[in-house]
């Protein structure tokens, strides 16, 4: 377990921390497809926080796409980095993600974060940030729309439809099993999204959430559990 501490010159406030999503938004790569879905590794990312003593844990999975074994795994603690603040979420978890992204033994290939990328009311999310600042291909895979409209998709896993902010396509509700309530994929960085859904699919052979998801969330739960034991 890798542990972190708040990078100098993080950002203290929530302007400082729009600047930053400002400078950075425009670095997002659109027009890449992305990595082929079924192949190579795809990494899960995920954190845990206890709020109350101050710490995050991050978790980084890597899986074989194609099996969905696991390939390699590390965690990463330290303190919370940022004020709970929504729509600046990615500032609380970035600084530990990183180090246990950096702490894999392995390229994580496409990585896949618990949230959003695109679909944000800044149009910068967690998995954008993270594409940016790494380089790699990112999706975010998230629980719920947000503040976003859409349409319920068709009952059969597969179904989709557009995540909208007013007119504009930020995201697909994603149904994953069979009259089972979707989740809501966006781009983050060097993907399309067409293939973030795939990958999905790919990733959800037999529960709602991706196994990246799954995996990634329950490690970083466990790590929080070593670093914060209760007597």
């Given at each position: ?6 990078p ?6 929530e ?9 950075l938004?425009g670095?997002?790569?659109?027009d890449e ?6 192949t190579?590794?795809v ?7 206890d ?6 844990a ?8 194609a099996?969905l ?15 709970y603040v ?5 500032f609380r978890?970035?600084?530990?993600v ?8 392995c390229?994580?290939?496409?990585v ?6 695109l ?6 999310g ?6 940016v ?6 999706i975010?895979?998230a629980?719920?729309?947000?503040t ?14 557009p995540?909208?902010?007013?007119s504009d396509?930020?995201?697909?509700a ?11 994929v ?9 293939n973030?859904?795939a990958?999905t699919?790919?990733?959800?052979p ?7 998801t ?5 490690l970083?739960?466990r790590a929080l559990?070593?670093?914060t034991p209760?007597?």
């Amino acid at each position: 377990m890798t542990t972190v501490r708040i990078p100098a010159g993080w950002p203290a406030n929530e302007d400082e921390a729009r600047a930053v999503q400002d400078e950075l938004r425009g670095r997002v790569v659109h027009d890449e497809p992305g990595p082929t879905p079924g192949t190579g590794h795809v990494t899960g990312v995920d954190v845990a926080y206890d709020d109350e003593r101050d710490v995050v844990a991050a978790a980084a999975v890597v899986l074989d796409a194609a099996s969905l074994e696991v390939v390699a795994e590390a965690t990463a603690v330290g303190r919370i980095s940022f004020p709970y603040v929504p729509g600046l979420l990615a500032f609380r978890e970035i600084p530990t993600v990183l180090a246990a992204l950096d702490a894999l033994p392995c390229p994580p290939g496409l990585v896949v974060c618990d949230g959003y990328g695109l679909a944000h009311p800044r149009r910068f999310g967690l998995a954008s940030h993270l594409g940016v600042l790494t380089g790699l291909p990112t999706i975010g895979v998230a629980k719920n729309p947000f503040t976003f409209a859409h349409d319920d998709p068709g009952t059969a896993r597969g179904s989709t439809t557009p995540l909208l902010a007013g007119s504009d396509e930020v995201g697909r509700a994603l149904r994953t099993r069979d009259a089972v309530k979707p989740v809501f994929v966006s781009v983050g960085h060097r993907v399309s999204l067409d293939n973030a859904c795939a990958h999905t699919l790919a990733l959800t052979p037999a529960y709602r959430l991706p196994e990246t998801t799954r995996r990634a969330d329950a490690l970083c739960r466990r790590a929080l559990q070593e670093a914060t034991p209760r007597h």
